[in-house]
């Protein structure tokens, strides 16, 4: 299945339009998965970083009592960690500290991949080109141009984390489980 989700990215002349329509189609798929363990095997086995980031991201604009207008970016990410719910609608009753938990690996997992389709596709056209017009930019070794949204300081991300600490603390009443305090220090 992943193999052919990213195949089927990749045969239009546009993987930003292909992921977009494959991602609209799953999503509420992966709204009904009731384990997570069967969401992260899903999101984890994904070829197509693509798909898995405009997969996310779709996750965390669910999670948003305020969807996000802008296009994707470290920005966005930053947006979605001081905006987005625990409260997916696919939760069950598990403990509210593994909430947090799965959306602090969420997160760290759409950073990942947003930074690996930064350096797969440098400049935003090689994400309306197809794969055969991508190969010579390729060659070229086309080195990542990122976006105004991109440009966020370490305070910037300071400020967000702290506010996301104090947001988790609020809610979890007691010190973090050494699981969230690792995902804590990883994502930031």
Known sequence: LQRMLSIAVEVDRSPTCSSRRIADEIFPFILNIPLRSQREALLNTMGSQLLRCRLLELLFQHSCDVPSTSSMSLEKILYF??????????EDETATWQRWDEML???????????SVIR???LAE???SSLSDRMDLMVQKAKPRLQESDNITNLDIQLKMEDF??????VL???????????????Q
């Open 81 to 90: 960690l001081s905006h987005c719910s625990v409260q997916l609608h696919f």
């Open 105 to 115: 690996q969420y997160l760290s997992l759409l950073l990942m991949s947003y930074q």
């Open 120 to 122: 797969a596709f440098p």
């Open 126 to 128: 090689h994400l309306r």
């Open 165 to 170: 600490i104090s947001r988790m603390q609020e």
């Open 173 to 187: 009443e007691q010190p973090f489980p050494p699981q969230i305090q690792e995902k804590l220090f990883l994502l």
